[in-house]
Nanobody
Framework: QVQLVESGGGLVQPGESLRLSCVASGFTLDFYAMAWFRQAPGKEREGVSCIASGDDITHYADSVKGRFTLSRDNAKRTVYLQMNSLEPEDTAVYYC????????????????????WGQGTQVTVSS
């Protein structure tokens, strides 16, 4: 069955970096878009970044542009979210998700587009 397992979260100070990983199994990663979402306490889940199945096209939420980088390694069945210059506002549970787009050059940051989710990893940015 489809399984997504996140890791790499933790407690860091403002300005520091973290790299999240998401290992996928149970499906062919090459054909699916991958995304990271996050949810802070009392807030709705929001899209952070996504990467299309073809050409590694990526999109980012405005709040993380220039600070976060999403990449994928299909051979390792893993996607990575490199997070630099972290801010307290980045504190949230981060979720990996996968979804299918008929257009391999597309991906989006809409929760409903993704049918499979990981269990989440906590990121806390605090001094």
């Amino acid at each position: 069955q489809v399984q997504l397992v996140e890791s790499g979260g933790g407690l860091v100070q403002p300005g520091e970096s973290l790299r999240l990983s998401c290992v996928a199994s149970g499906f062919t990663l090459d054909f699916y878009a991958m995304a990271w979402f996050r949810q802070a306490p009392g807030k709705e889940r929001e899209g952070v970044s996504c990467i299309a199945s073809g050409d590694d096209i990526t999109h980012y939420a405005d709040s993380v542009k220039g600070r976060f980088t999403l990449s994928r390694d299909n051979a390792k069945r893993t996607v990575y979210l490199q997070m630099n210059s972290l801010e307290p506002e980045d504190t949230a549970v981060y979720y990996c998700a996968t979804g299918y787009y008929t257009d391999s050059l597309r991906c989006g940051l809409v929760v409903a587009d993704y049918g499979y989710w990981g269990q989440g990893t906590q990121v806390t940015v605090s001094s």
